[in-house]
């Protein structure tokens, strides 16, 4: 929308030379990048430094389009969005060439020339084989097909490809933007969940409605009914207030509150469709499909997309995830999403099986007692029975286990509390008879450590730290070796003197309890 501006007759003006400068410096500002980047690994590194690929693109398309009075989805925005994306495009390889005049082509120019030219060549048939509509977008592919004359001219170019459509999502935002790369609006009023943000969220009302709906040459009278009208604060019986067809303009990717009126999905693919020949890369664009949507209509989106030529779709359906970061409703945009009333407690039958385990840490004794689905042989329940029955110790360990047994049931899953709860301290603590567990630091660490060896998958165990594993050098598992805590090694026998674990202290055993020592260490 920075290009565009109208005049004092209301006709709307496009800045070409800042347009172009713009591309211009924005593209030699990437490829400057290129050398200046660091990336993820020496492949990438490689490719990135011999082909140069660059991604410029744009953003706000659907902003530009409402606030100019066309419809998304309409044959008029297709063609608009079409004509910058061509001139774009061109501008980018233009000053490509230039650059590779006064410092060389991309390093694997002349093994890929032919492949090159035929793409640019490819751009070209596309722009001269669409049709124009409006003036404005004559003017734009005039000045597109000017640029595009002179560059399937040149003979080298600095960079391997120049354009795509990025998503542009938060930062479009922060840009001001209305909305984000070649998206249409969401919707008229909708809230943002910031990311990196601890659920921050910010509510966002279109700011361009109101100007649109005086360049269409409604009065202060009849915007405010409309607006109210778009926002489904109106009775869907009364009629509208829009002359014509003026209410297409104003639709969105999400229904208008109250009603199912929205942009048709093959809308966005039509419009990805549109401009792709004249980008190099992809496009990122979401395919937004409501609720109802079957699997054949997904399957045939699909194979029309690949017959239109995208090189990429990807498709939303509403309300497939509990959670969605853009939404119409300012509940679901809570730090906190409500999710308590779609878990389900899956209990267990009456009659299951179980496996009970006995084990001693110090001088306690207890009983563990695991529960399991009979379909499945997945842990369900936990029961701890400890020998001093009544004591805050019993009464402890059975609470304990309720809250895991029911949390298990819900749906936890039972990594999480043997990561969260492995290796607390506190008494009774020591030696086990559980050779697998040599040593607990206190019964929560020994209950959790067993539940993590008896239930969850090797890959768990590993990452957990409840294992240790010997691999050859081509990284081939040779034996599993139990850990029995994170400090293993400096761990030492009981203290004589208030029956604390010892650790390690140089060649001695050290309290860090009474400070009691088996040696000259302390």
């Given at each position: 929308?920075?290009f565009?501006?109208?005049?004092?007759?209301?006709?709307?003006?496009?800045?070409?030379?800042?347009?172009?400068?713009?591309?211009?410096?924005?593209?030699?500002?990437?490829d400057?990048l290129?050398?200046?980047?660091?990336?993820?690994?020496?492949?990438?590194?490689?490719?990135?430094k011999?082909?140069?690929?660059?991604?410029?693109?744009?953003?706000?398309?659907?902003?530009?389009?409402?606030?100019?009075g066309?419809?998304?989805?309409?044959?008029?925005?297709?063609?608009?969005?079409?004509?910058?994306?061509?001139?774009m495009?061109?501008?980018?390889?233009?000053?490509?060439?230039?650059?590779?005049?006064?410092?060389?082509?991309?390093?694997?120019?002349?093994?890929?020339?032919?492949?090159?030219?035929?793409?640019?060549?490819?751009?070209?048939?596309?722009?001269?084989?669409?049709?124009?509509?409006?003036?404005?977008?004559?003017?734009?592919?005039?000045?597109?097909?000017?640029?595009?004359?002179?560059?399937?001219?040149?003979?080298?170019?600095?960079?391997?490809?120049?354009?795509?459509?990025?998503?542009?999502?938060?930062?479009?935002?922060?840009?001001?933007?209305?909305?984000?790369?070649i998206?249409?609006?969401?919707?008229?009023?909708?809230?943002k969940?910031?990311?990196?943000?601890?659920?921050?969220?910010?509510?966002?009302?279109?700011?361009?409605?109101?100007?649109?709906?005086?360049?269409?040459?409604?009065n202060?009278i009849?915007?405010?009914?409309?607006?109210k009208?778009?926002?489904?604060?109106?009775?869907?019986?009364?009629?509208?207030?829009?002359r014509n067809?003026?209410k297409?303009?104003?639709?969105?990717?999400?229904?208008i509150?109250?009603?199912k009126?929205?942009?048709?999905?093959?809308?966005?693919v039509?419009?990805?469709?549109?401009?792709?020949?004249?980008?190099?890369?992809?496009?990122?664009?979401?395919?937004?499909?409501?609720?109802?949507?079957?699997v054949?209509?997904?399957?045939?989106?699909?194979?029309?997309?690949?017959?239109?030529?995208?090189?990429?779709?990807?498709?939303?359906?509403?309300?497939?995830?509990?959670?969605?970061?853009?939404?119409?409703?300012?509940?679901?945009?809570?730090s906190?999403?409500?999710?308590?009333?779609?878990?389900?407690?899956?209990?267990?039958?009456?009659?299951r099986?179980?496996?009970t385990?006995?084990?001693?840490?110090?001088?306690?004794?207890?009983?563990?007692?695991?529960?399991?689905?009979?379909?499945?042989?997945?842990?369900g329940?936990?029961?701890?029975?400890?020998?001093?029955?009544?004591?805050a110790?019993?009464?402890f360990?059975?609470?304990?286990?309720?809250v895991?047994?029911?949390?298990?049931?819900?749906?936890?899953?039972?990594?999480e509390?043997?990561?969260?709860?492995?290796?607390?301290?506190?008494?009774?603590?020591g030696?086990?008879?559980?050779?697998?567990?040599?040593?607990?630091?206190?019964?929560?660490d020994?209950?959790?450590?067993?539940?993590?060896?008896?239930?969850?998958?090797?890959?768990?165990?590993?990452?957990?730290?409840?294992?240790?594993?010997?691999?050859?050098?081509?990284?081939?598992?040779?034996?599993?070796?139990?850990?029995q805590?994170?400090?293993?090694?400096?761990?030492?026998?009981?203290?004589?003197?208030?029956?604390?674990?010892?650790?390690?202290?140089?060649?001695?055993?050290?309290?860090?309890?009474?400070?009691?020592?088996t040696?000259s260490?302390?």
């Amino acid at each position: 929308m920075k290009f565009f501006s109208r005049d004092k007759d209301n006709k709307v003006i496009f800045d070409y030379k800042t347009f172009e400068d713009v591309v211009k410096t924005v593209i030699t500002a990437q490829d400057i990048l290129i050398d200046n980047s660091s990336y993820p690994n020496d492949k990438i590194t490689i490719n990135s430094k011999k082909y140069r690929n660059l991604g410029l693109g744009y953003t706000n398309l659907g902003g530009l389009l409402m606030w100019l009075g066309i419809p998304y989805d309409s044959d008029e925005g297709r063609s608009l969005a079409t004509s910058l994306t061509a001139a774009m495009t061109a501008i980018a390889y233009e000053t490509s060439a230039d650059l590779a005049d006064k410092i060389g082509p991309f390093e694997g120019f002349e093994e890929n020339k032919t492949s090159l030219i035929k793409v640019l060549n490819q751009h070209w048939e596309a722009l001269n084989n669409y049709s124009v509509i409006t003036n404005l977008d004559t003017e734009i592919k005039t000045f597109a097909t000017n640029i595009w004359t002179k560059v399937i001219k040149r003979d080298k170019f600095r960079n391997a490809q120049v354009s795509l459509l990025a998503p542009s999502g938060t930062i479009s935002f922060i840009m001001n933007s209305i909305t984000t790369g070649i998206e249409p609006e969401f919707s008229l009023i909708r809230y943002k969940r910031l990311a990196g943000s601890e659920g921050a969220t910010i509510k966002i009302v279109n700011p361009v409605v109101e100007e649109s709906l005086k360049y269409l040459g409604y009065n202060e009278i009849e915007i405010p009914l409309l607006i109210k009208e778009l926002a489904g604060e109106c009775d869907p019986k009364t009629p509208s207030h829009f002359r014509n067809n003026d209410k297409n303009i104003f639709l969105t990717a999400a229904p208008i509150p109250g009603t199912k009126l929205c942009i048709n999905y093959m809308g966005h693919v039509k419009m990805c469709a549109a401009v792709q020949p004249f980008l190099s890369g992809a496009i990122s664009k979401t395919i937004n499909l409501p609720k109802d949507v079957t699997v054949d209509e997904i399957y045939n989106l699909y194979i029309q997309a690949w017959k239109m030529g995208l090189k990429g779709i990807t498709i939303y359906r509403d309300g497939s995830k509990n959670f969605q970061p853009l939404t119409t409703d300012d509940k679901n945009s809570s730090s906190e999403p409500a999710r308590a009333e779609k878990l389900i407690r899956k209990k267990l039958p009456d009659e299951r099986p179980a496996i009970t385990h006995k084990f001693r840490i110090g001088g306690s004794d207890g009983y563990i007692t695991c529960g399991l689905y009979p379909d499945t042989g997945k842990l369900g329940e936990i029961f701890v029975n400890v020998s001093k029955e009544g004591s805050a110790l019993s009464g402890f360990a059975d609470a304990l286990a309720t809250v895991l047994s029911i949390a298990i049931q819900y749906g936890v899953p039972v990594k999480e509390y043997v990561r969260k709860l492995s290796h607390l301290k506190f008494e009774p603590n020591g030696f086990t008879s559980n050779p697998d567990i040599r040593i607990a630091n206190s019964m929560v660490d020994y209950i959790a450590r067993y539940i993590g060896l008896k239930f969850l998958p090797k890959e768990d165990q590993l990452e957990l730290g409840l294992i240790s594993s010997n691999k050859d050098k081509n990284g081939t598992l040779l034996e599993k070796q139990t850990l029995q805590s994170h400090h293993d090694q400096d761990i030492g026998p009981a203290c004589p003197n208030c029956g604390s674990i010892m650790r390690r202290l140089g060649s001695c055993y050290f309290c860090n309890n009474c400070s009691y020592n088996t040696g000259s260490c302390g």
